[in-house]
């Protein structure tokens, strides 16, 4: 029997986390969690010492995962006496929602000239196709919706 340990006042009742960015301890972390959910921090320590070159505490993993739940993206809940952890949003969805938030920081400095210059100065012409097909799915994807934006 899963045991869920009550929700933290604080977590996302949307399902998004409500502190999108994550260190690289916490990403690795959260990429454990995706492949072999729900498991316990020995397991994730297995799992990163498997890497002879690596070292790192039961204690450590800990903080990582009470970061990550704090955050909103993971929750712990007891089983067999162990406390197992389990990411609350897909790697595709996790995906998705950093690309976005990625995308609308771009587009708030998007408005300076200097910025938009530079960035465009950069970009190769394979670049420049790569957006406007992106664009066009973009489109697409609001029409197939009846114009309907999802913000």
């Known amino acids: 029997m899963i045991k869920t340990s009550p929700t933290p006042p604080d977590s996302p009742s949307s399902g998004i986390p409500?502190?999108?960015?994550?260190?690289?301890?916490?990403?690795?972390?959260?990429g454990i969690l995706w492949d072999q959910q729900p498991i316990s921090v020995r397991e994730i320590q297995e799992s990163i010492l498997a890497d002879p070159c690596r070292e790192l505490t039961?204690?450590?993993?800990t903080?990582?995962?009470?970061?990550?739940?704090k955050k909103g993206w993971v929750s712990?809940?007891?089983?067999?006496?162990v406390f197992v952890w389990q990411a609350l949003i897909s790697r595709d969805r996790a995906q998705a929602l950093q690309a976005e938030d990625r995308l609308q920081q771009f587009l708030s400095i998007?408005?300076?000239?200097?910025?938009?210059?530079?960035f465009a100065d950069r970009l190769d012409s394979a670049?420049?196709?790569?957006l406007e097909r992106l664009t066009a799915q973009i489109k697409q994807a609001r029409?197939?919706?009846?114009g309907?934006?999802?913000t």
């Open 58 to 61: 039961a204690a450590s993993i």
């Open 76 to 81: 712990r809940s007891k089983q067999g006496g």
């Open 148 to 150: 309907k934006s999802c």
């Open 143 to 146: 029409q197939a919706r009846g």
């Open 63 to 69: 903080t990582v995962l009470q970061r990550l739940a």
């Open 110 to 118: 998007g408005s300076n000239p200097e910025v938009v210059a530079a």
């Open 18 to 30: 409500h502190q999108l960015s994550l260190g690289p301890l916490e990403q690795e972390v959260l």
């Open 127 to 130: 670049s420049l196709d790569q």
